[in-house]
């Protein structure tokens, strides 16, 4: 399951309250934009390709939208 946020209040919220200690959080590098949780399995880490969506995600909502490439924290 991933969760973005759509505000800075989302954001904060998705941090703080949402995430547990071993989902994944990602970040689009040095631009504004949504913070993504990815819900980890306690039983599996996430495919290369899971990872990649949530990456995915967390460019998409950035300003670096329209970039050919964008770098994003995990």
């Known amino acids: 399951m991933i969760f973005a946020g759509a505000s800075d209040a989302d954001n904060d919220y998705l941090s703080t309250q949402i995430a547990e200690p071993n989902d994944w ?3 689009a ?3 504004p ?4 949780i990815l819900r980890a399995r306690t039983d599996a880490e996430p495919s290369r390709d899971t990872l990649k969506q949530a990456a995915a995600v967390a460019a998409y909502h950035s300003k670096a939208r329209n970039a050919s490439m964008v770098a994003v924290h995990c």
């Open 25 to 27: 959080w990602f970040h």
């Open 33 to 36: 934009g949504s913070h993504v």
């Open 29 to 31: 590098d040095n631009v």
